[in-house]
């Protein structure tokens, strides 16, 4: 399974970014998808993801509230809605997928997202 996001940008703070992730290839292989993100000094760490057939989501703490996972189960995609960005929502953001249920094994190539304050 291949991903490509897009979407990132520069924004200012309480502005909305909408990322995108497309998956190509084997994807009757995918159990779930997700988006992680890496701030600049920091680990990477998830943001969110979705189980790919049941269509249920899972956040972490920090974005509960501001930021929604949704998919296309047809065309392959799936989208991260941010809305109330904070400059510590800043980081490269990657789409992850799973395709066993106890790991993130394939990775997209990150798109950067600069939230300036």
């Known amino acids: 399974v291949q991903l490509v996001e897009s979407g990132g940008g520069l924004v200012q703070a309480g502005d909305s970014l909408r990322l995108s992730c497309a998956a190509s290839g084997d994807t009757l292989r995918l159990y779930a998808m997700g988006w992680f993100r890496q701030a600049p000094g920091k680990e990477r760490e998830y943001v969110g993801g979705?189980?790919?057939?049941?269509?249920?989501?899972s956040y972490a703490d920090s974005v509960k509230g501001r930021f929604t996972i949704s998919r296309d189960y047809y065309k392959n995609m799936v989208y991260l809605q941010m809305n109330s960005l904070k400059s510590e929502d800043t980081g490269i953001y990657y789409c992850a997928a799973k395709i066993i249920k106890t790991s993130w094994s394939e990775w997209g190539q990150g798109t950067q997202v600069t939230v300036s304050s």
């Open positions: 979705i189980v790919w057939s049941a269509g249920a989501s």
